[in-house]
């Protein structure tokens, strides 16, 4: 004789306190939910146009300096400490938790040209007009002590930037050379050139950290490693180099930011043609900072905007900008991946959200599913026209959507010239040259 027992658990059922919701019993069987695609193309566009009422980036804004912002610096240790030197050659040190300033120092005699970190997080280094480096311990001096370095370097020429390696007490600084120095010594240990003039940046592979990179004023980007005595490789494009940004996630992928309006991903095994071209900015790109994660930096511009891009996306999934703000010469993304900082012409630090819409402070755990629920929504439904439309669409200023339209025509003309020279031309006289191809002019090496 066979049996069926009913069996329940009432934990499946009944409430653990009068607090809780209700549960419901739900039968997933799609055959018994005809319309569930449709209700969640719905929910994925209410997702969606929520989200975009919800983006108010701006967090806050620091001020207090005199003059413009021309360098930042992350703590090395420390997530709500960044420090900022301007063009009067005044250094703030700012506590962003309570964002107040915690200690200013007139560093340098004109602008300072460069500041970094120690890796320990100690002391930190800065560069400017005056040809001097400087080492400044990070805690203020006792009361009534006169705030004074910790060590002076005179230089022969103006040195323009500085770096500090990640797990050694040596630091690179640029200038007519690209120069090593070691902290304890007044005088490098190892000096790099190429026939350049002069050199506008120098960063140190957070990865492979013997490595470093430099923008030149002749146009190259030139490679290096410490442990040889020459460097290593060069590449020419056709418009100078002002930034770049090693990628903290993957160790010969590097991204620089060009007076062409775009920014460039290079893998340094094969420096001939770029990774990615990224595009969107209507005037030159000043500075470029990846995210903890590798998966996306941010760009400053001329334009008086800034621009997020995912690393292998050719055009930016976000952009910022306010009435105030003027040209962005630097910028930096925080070590938690939350923020952005931002300083520019007219002596502000501006702190951004890293997610434009993400809503800041406690969550509680009905709020995240309810947020990890609609993002699944807007993946799933991301490449369907509306959902799509909304979702990238940014009001820009005037003068900026003016810009980005006369750009666009312009390459248009470009490219229905080249179509016509090549339709009333012998076929194979003239070469098709891809977008990438285009602004690599040679690689040296």
């Known amino acids: 004789m066979k049996v069926k027992v009913l069996c329940r658990n009432p934990d499946d059922y009944v409430r653990e306190t009068t607090r809780d919701i209700q549960r419901v019993p739900r039968n997933y069987d799609p055959t018994i939910h005809p319309f569930e695609v449709s209700r969640e193309y719905t929910r994925a566009l209410n997702a969606t146009k929520l989200e975009r009422i919800f983006a108010k980036p701006f967090v806050a804004s620091l001020d207090g300096h005199r003059d413009g912002i021309n360098c930042l610096a992350k703590h090395a240790k420390t997530l709500s400490v960044v420090l900022s030197g301007a063009c009067d050659g005044e250094v703030k040190i700012w506590n962003l938790s309570k964002r107040e300033c915690m200690r200013t120092i007139q560093a340098h005699e004109g602008f300072v040209r460069g500041i970094c970190s120690r890796f320990c997080g100690s002391s930190f280094f800065t560069v400017g007009d005056d040809k001097t480096v400087k080492q400044w311990n990070m805690e203020p001096p006792g009361r009534g002590l006169q705030e004074e370095p910790l060590n002076t370097i005179l230089g022969k020429a103006v040195y323009t930037g500085i770096d500090h390696h990640q797990t050694e007490g040596t630091f690179a600084t640029c200038g007519q050379t690209v120069d090593i120095w070691d902290e304890q010594r007044s005088s490098?240990?190892?000096?790099?050139?190429?026939?350049?003039?002069?050199?506008?940046?120098?960063?140190?592979?957070?990865?492979?950290?013997?490595?470093?990179?430099?923008?030149?004023?002749?146009?190259?980007?030139?490679?290096?490693?410490?442990?040889?005595?020459?460097?290593?490789?060069?590449?020419?494009?056709?418009?100078?180099?002002?930034?770049?940004?090693?990628?903290?996630?993957?160790?010969?992928?590097?991204?620089?930011?060009?007076?062409?309006?775009?920014?460039?991903?290079?893998?340094?095994?094969?420096?001939?043609?770029?990774?990615?071209?990224?595009?969107?900015?209507?005037?030159?790109?000043?500075?470029?900072?990846?995210?903890?994660?590798?998966?996306?930096?941010?760009?400053?511009?001329?334009?008086?905007?800034?621009?997020?891009?995912?690393?292998?996306?050719?055009?930016?999934?976000?952009?910022?900008?306010?009435?105030?703000?003027?040209?962005?010469?630097?910028?930096?993304?925080?070590?938690?991946?939350?923020?952005?900082?931002?300083?520019?012409?007219?002596?502000?630090?501006?702190?951004?959200?890293?997610?434009?819409?993400?809503?800041?402070?406690?969550?509680?755990?009905?709020?995240?599913?309810?947020?990890?629920?609609?993002?699944?929504?807007?993946d799933k439904f991301q490449h369907h026209p509306q959902v799509r439309r909304i979702a990238r669409h940014r009001h820009l200023p005037r003068d900026l959507f003016k810009q980005k339209r006369e750009l666009r025509e312009m390459k248009e003309a470009r490219r229905r010239k080249a179509q016509n020279v090549r339709k009333h031309s012998k076929p194979g006289s003239v070469p098709l040259v891809t977008e990438k191809e285009k602004h690599v002019v040679s690689v040296v090496e």
């Not at 055009?315 to 003027?326: C, D, G, L």
């Open 188 to 378: 490098p240990i190892r000096s790099f050139s190429w026939g350049v003039d002069s050199f506008s940046c120098v960063r140190y592979n957070p990865v492979e950290t013997e490595l470093l990179a430099s923008c030149a004023s002749d146009r190259s980007i030139i490679l290096y490693d410490m442990r040889e005595s020459a460097p290593l490789k060069k590449i020419i494009m056709q418009l100078r180099s002002n930034t770049l940004c090693w990628n903290p996630m993957e160790a010969y992928n590097f991204t620089c930011s060009n007076e062409d309006y775009n920014l460039y991903t290079y893998d340094m095994r094969r420096l001939d043609v770029p990774v990615t071209v990224h595009m969107d900015h209507v005037s030159a790109v000043l500075d470029v900072d990846y995210s903890p994660t590798g998966k996306e930096f941010v760009s400053a511009s001329f334009d008086k905007t800034i621009r997020i891009f995912p690393k292998n996306s050719g055009h930016s999934r976000e952009v910022y900008h306010t009435k105030r703000m003027q040209h962005v010469i630097c910028v930096k993304w925080s070590a938690d991946n939350k923020y952005i900082l931002s300083g520019s012409d007219e002596m502000n630090i501006r702190l951004w959200k890293a997610n434009a819409s993400e809503k800041l402070g406690l969550l509680t755990p009905r709020e995240k599913a309810a947020l990890n629920y609609n993002q699944k929504l807007r």
